[in-house]
Every structure is written in structure tokens, then in C-alpha cells.
């Protein structure tokens, strides 16, 4: 796997506390349970390991991973050394994941592993993401973010929405052509709400913007 076919803007993993941080069981992931949960998150998304580093895996999963019986937030590992082992095999499975980021986002751990979009105005590629987020951070919503940020997706029933990763914001449609132009056409009433709302270096962005991303077909 090169590029992820499907993503979202926030957290990919559950959140957990950082070092020193006081547990928060039953709500987030210790430092060792959320280390194990960036590990799992890149062989979900098809980081190979050896096998070796598979028992590895295994044997830290034995320790950390809650089941219906155990709660998360309250396990860590035994060995300080083994603690350290996980935390650099997590920095591994991370640098993995950063290579894989949608063009004009990257991956970040903090508190959880998020995806989040560069906000570099000069860049050669500006996602909505990124307009639409940095328009927010100057106190503004706009009433066209939603739609102009949807990716096309298709239904178990082949029926075409522009949605994200929650909810079909747009649809259903008989062709991904046209749920992308639903897209696009939001997209430029974005454009009028920016430069509406004073941001005329955001809607200036408009033409380098990412183009509007299609699942593939099943």
C-alpha cells in the first residue's frame, strides 16, 4: 500500500494520556496502550512486519490490549525496557504512516495519532481542509466548509454521496461525476462566503486547491 484510498481530518487512533500525565482509565489509553494502538493502526493500514517483530506484537498485545473483562487506560508493560522498545517501534509505525499522508496533510501524535492538512498558503497544492481550518481559527464557520470538504463515496447499494467519514452531506447520486460536481460547485459558493467574510488570501487559494478525491468503485 503506497496512499491511503480513504481518509479523514482528526484522530485515527483513541486518545491516551501522555508520560507523566495522571491515568484516565476507562477513558484514555495509557503511554504504553496508545504506543501499541499507533503500531496496530499502521499493520491495519498494511505496514508488513517480520516475524519476529509479529511475536513481538503478540506478546505485547498479551500485556496491553483490554478486553470486555479489561478496561483500557489502567495497563502498561513490566520491562521499562520493553516500554522503550514499544515507544521507538511506535515512532517506526508513525514515520510509516507520515510517508503515507494524503497530499497537503500529515500525520501527527500527540495525545492520538491525527491527520491533520498543512496550512502553508504558498504551497503548491492548498487542501479545503486547510482553508477551511484556518478560516475557523480566525472565528469564522462558513455554511459551505461541509459539502466543499466531502470526498465521493460510494454505498453498498451503488449509489454515489459526497460525505466524510460520518455522515453523506450530499446524495445520493447515479454517478461519482455528479457527486463531485456537488463538491465543486460548493466549493466556489466557499469561495464567495471567504471572500464575504474578509479572508480574500484564503478564496485566493481556490485555483491550487486539491482536486476533489473519488473512492474507487468496489
Partial sequence: ???LERWHVGPWTTRGTLPGEPLEPG????PDELNFDVVGLARILGRRLSGREELQVRLWQNELRPTHTRRCGVHTLADPDNSRLLAETAQEALAWLASRAPEGYEFVLTDAVYLRPLTELAAEIVTVDAVIQLAAERGDALPADRLAASQVRRSSAGEWFAGDAVCNWSGPYPTAEEAADAIRAARV???????EAGHPDLAATFSRW???HVEPAA
Avoid at 477513558?27 to 495509557?30: C, L, S
Avoid at 459558493?189 to 471572500?195: F, I, K, P
Fill in 1 to 3: 500500500m503506497t496512499a
Fill in 27 to 30: 477513558r484514555k489509553r495509557t
Fill in 189 to 195: 459558493e466557499l469561495t464567495n462566503q471567504l471572500t
Fill in 210 to 212: 486539491s482536486d476533489v
